[in-house]
């Protein structure tokens, strides 16, 4: 990953950075694009576990609606059913 700070975007030039006040505008800068990383990969994070999440819950469903086509009158199966799908 590549971090590119911008100082345009707070209106710094060359010589501002020099200053006290163009040192702490960078210094925030830097501040926020380092949370707006990590921002980014804690939402990438949880799309994956979204994503798990949804895709164990299908895999269970659907074992056990193939369990109950063997056994329609199961009562566990049809209690596992209701409770996954609630």
């Known amino acids: 990953m590549?971090?590119?700070?911008?100082?345009?975007?707070?209106?710094?030039?060359?010589?501002?950075?020099?200053?006290?006040e163009g040192a702490t505008a960078?210094?925030?800068?830097?501040?926020?694009?380092?949370r707006e990383v990590v921002i980014d990969q804690d939402r990438k994070v949880i799309q994956r576990l979204r994503s798990r999440m949804l895709s164990d819950l299908k895999t269970s469903l659907a074992r056990i609606d193939a369990e109950l086509a063997g056994r329609p009158n199961?009562?566990?199966l049809r209690v596992s059913l209701v409770e996954y799908a609630a």
Request: proline share 3%; charged share 25%.
């Open 2 to 20: 590549r971090l590119v700070i911008c100082a345009g975007r707070s209106g710094l030039t060359g010589a501002d950075r020099s200053t006290p």
């Open 26 to 34: 960078l210094a925030n800068g830097v501040t926020l694009a380092d």
């Open 74 to 76: 199961d009562r566990g």
